[in-house]
């Protein structure tokens, strides 16, 4: 029987950047306090100007623009292109990042976790009014971008998920399958996390 944990963006508590020069929003992480000792951790940032970004030494980092005219990063002295809404960036978290905004302020999505303890995938769906998806994590998280985003297990239980919600299952070994609904476009991320024996 897998467990099933929705989590609203309303309640997410808010945290400062290592650097200091910012906050981010916490949506999840496994364990750990403050900015240490988690396995994965997802958060939301809101990013007013260009700077640097926080050290996370032995982490590996997936980054998304959610909102905004999007960023350019420059990772370890090497330019990324430029990075608009949904479309995912990995580095790791030991690099030295350097951030350029585009235009006006942005809001991203990032998931950091440590690849000794998880294998990890990220996946941008873009949904017009249902999918089907199947896994066999152990761990997954439906991070809606949608209005409205209604999810049913193969179980038969459902949750309904607005913007920036998130829905947390965790499950014994052996396949799953997720169907997502929309009644208006949108997409959502769906982030698989597997422990390393």
């Known amino acids: 029987m897998s467990q099933m944990h929705i989590l609203r963006a309303a309640d997410y508590p808010r945290m400062p950047w290592k650097n200091g020069a910012g906050s981010t929003l916490e949506i999840a992480r496994d364990q750990g306090n403050g900015l240490e000792g988690f396995g994965w951790r997802l958060s939301l940032a809101d990013i007013g100007e260009s700077g640097g970004f926080s050290a996370f ?25 430029p990075l608009l809404a949904f479309d995912p960036f990995a580095f790791s978290g030991d ?27 990220l996946q941008w769906l873009a949904l017009e009014r249902s999918q089907r998806v199947f896994s066999s994590a152990t761990v997954m998280l439906l991070f809606s971008a949608a209005q409205a985003l209604e999810v049913r297990l193969d ?3 459902c949750a309904l998920l607005g913007r920036y919600d998130c829905l947390w299952i965790e499950r014994a070994v052996g396949l799953a399958e997720l169907q997502l609904q929309v009644d208006v476009a949108g997409a959502c991320a769906l982030i698989e996390l597997q422990p390393r024996r």
């Open 155 to 157: 179980d038969g239980r």
């Open 57 to 81: 030494n032995g982490y590996q980092r997936i980054i998304t623009v959610l909102e905004g005219d999007g960023m350019q990063l420059r990772v370890d002295g090497a330019l990324s292109r």
């Open 95 to 121: 690099s030295r990042v350097e951030c350029r905004l585009l235009g006006a302020a942005i809001r991203d999505f990032n998931l950091i976790y440590s690849p000794q303890r998880f294998a990890a995938r």
